[in-house]
């Protein structure tokens, strides 16, 4: 069975850093696309960021590029969201996602699995 479980999550001011992690297992990870998706109190999950399954090609949404970067070790089947210049907008649940496409996809549909997300919460 495939697992996806992200951590990293926290509670951090403006301006501050986060760096989470999905974990997965029971998944063919290196031909896998990776994507995080967010979802924000009161709004739909959104997507977040992409890579694909040798890390040659990333996505972003607009508003968290330069602020923010997508990673993977495959070695360690794990995926990371490095999260810089934070601000209370960025505040959501996490989740990591993972789909056999060889495209960085922004699409929910996309994505085969799904972790349970982890919080992020930005104060100002």
């Known amino acids: 069975q495939v697992q996806l479980v992200e951590s990293g999550g926290g509670l951090v001011q403006a301006g501050g850093s986060l760096r989470l992690s999905c974990a997965a297992s029971?998944?063919?990870?290196?031909?896998?696309?990776m994507g995080w998706f967010r979802q924000a109190p009161g709004a739909e999950r959104e997507f977040v960021s992409a890579?694909?399954?040798?890390?040659?090609?990333?996505y972003y949404k607009d508003a968290v590029k330069g602020r923010f970067t997508i990673s993977r070790d495959n070695a360690k089947n794990t995926v990371y969201l490095q999260m810089n210049s934070l601000k209370p907008e960025d505040t959501a649940v996490y989740y990591c996602?993972?789909?056999?496409?060889?495209?960085?996809?922004?699409?929910?549909?996309?994505?085969?699995?799904w972790g349970q997300g982890t919080q992020v919460t930005v104060s100002s």
């Open positions: 996602a993972a789909g056999y496409r060889n495209y960085a996809s922004g699409l929910q549909t996309d994505y085969e699995y």
């Open positions: 890579i694909t399954w040798g890390g040659g090609s990333t």
């Open positions: 029971g998944l063919t990870f290196m031909r896998a696309t």
